[in-house]
């Protein structure tokens, strides 16, 4: 018992210290994440939050849209997010970005001074929270009892950060608070890793390495995982599917080359693409 809480600990430790690293700073911010991610947030993920937001109510698109993104990293994705909506004819009135690690959430806010405008910035808010114990972590942060942030959001996604609730087994406690904290028909997205695209840099280091721990470091859930939860928890799930074919880390050379193979990618091998994508939306209360 005493080595199986140890081998946890040092687990955390490895984990905190990956994600507080000046290499995750570069990694998980705009200015220095590569052209493969900076593409996708203005396409491919753009798409399907435009998509998902269609299936809030017309007052709410229009008013004014309470965003949470949940494992924000460097912040690059909901920024980016409250750059495009006023474009596409939606306001943000609040956008909160939670992460674990302090100093990704440092550097959120730098990127918010960077890349936003005084008006943007105004609504944008980042602080530390754990995925696992969101609505408690944000309570803390915000300083507001949960009963106050339950049903307060339209709108809430997660990208590349649920699979590590699925490794340490608290999956489903992520759903539920993400249903709390959603209002009646607001609508979350989920963006993670797909365990059928082959060649993953971390699957291929765990089969090199054949080490146990790399294996559960390494873990991915089935497009299946990823649903469950939020059906377990009470979501209506709009979209289960595979998609994506552009790494984040591509340069512009390879995605200009993927781009428009994408297509034919879909048609061939849809289940092979690098996202699993779930988008599920919290039902009307009687």
């Given at each position: 018992?005493?080595?199986?809480?140890?081998?946890?600990?040092?687990?955390?430790?490895?984990?905190?210290?990956?994600?507080?690293?000046?290499?995750?700073?570069?990694?998980?911010?705009?200015a220095t994440a590569g052209f493969g991610i900076s593409y996708l947030l203005d396409h491919d993920y753009k798409a399907v939050y435009l998509d998902a937001l269609r299936h809030l109510s017309v007052p709410t698109g229009r008013g004014g849209i309470r965003m949470l993104e949940f494992g924000c990293g460097g912040g690059m994705n909901l920024l980016h997010l409250v750059s495009v909506l006023g474009r596409h004819g939606f306001k943000a009135e609040t956008a909160i970005g939670t992460d674990f690690s302090p100093v990704l959430i440092e550097a959120a806010n730098r990127e918010t001074q960077?890349?936003?405008?005084?008006?943007?910035?105004?609504?944008?808010?980042?602080?530390?929270?754990?995925?696992e114990?969101?609505?408690?972590?944000?309570?803390?942060?915000?300083?507001?009892?949960?009963?106050?942030?339950?049903?307060?959001?339209?709108?809430?996604?997660?990208?590349?950060?649920?699979?590590?609730?699925?490794?340490?087994?608290?999956?489903?406690?992520?759903?539920?608070?993400?249903?709390?904290?959603?209002?009646?028909?607001?609508?979350?997205?989920?963006?993670?890793?797909?365990?059928?695209?082959?060649?993953?840099?971390?699957?291929?280091?765990?089969?090199?390495?054949?080490?146990?721990?790399?294996?559960?470091?390494?873990?991915?859930?089935?497009?299946e995982e990823y649903?469950?939860?939020?059906?377990?928890?009470?979501?209506e799930v709009l979209r289960s599917e595979h998609f994506c074919w552009i790494p984040h880390s591509a340069g512009q050379l390879m995605t200009r080359l993927?781009?428009?193979l994408s297509p034919v990618l879909r048609t061939i091998a849809g289940s092979r693409a690098m996202r699993s994508l779930?988008?599920?939306?919290?039902?009307s209360q009687p």
């Open positions: 018992m005493i080595s199986d809480i140890s081998n946890d600990s040092a687990k955390t430790d490895s984990f905190f210290r990956e994600y507080t690293s000046q290499d995750a700073i570069l990694k998980y911010t705009k960077n890349y936003l405008s005084p008006n943007e910035r105004s609504c944008v808010r980042f602080c530390v929270a754990k995925n114990t969101l609505l408690g972590d944000l309570s803390s942060a915000l300083g507001k009892e949960p009963s106050k942030l339950e049903n307060s959001f339209n709108f809430i996604i997660g990208v590349n950060t649920i699979r590590y609730c699925h490794r340490a087994g608290k999956q489903l406690d992520c759903a539920r608070d993400i249903f709390r904290l959603l209002a009646p028909e607001g609508v979350c997205v989920v963006i993670d890793m797909n365990d059928r695209f082959p060649v993953f840099r971390s699957a291929l280091k765990n089969k090199l390495r054949d080490a146990k721990e790399r294996e559960e470091e390494c873990y991915l859930p089935s497009l649903t469950a939860p939020f059906q377990q928890a009470g979501f993927l781009r428009p779930v988008v599920a939306k919290k039902p």
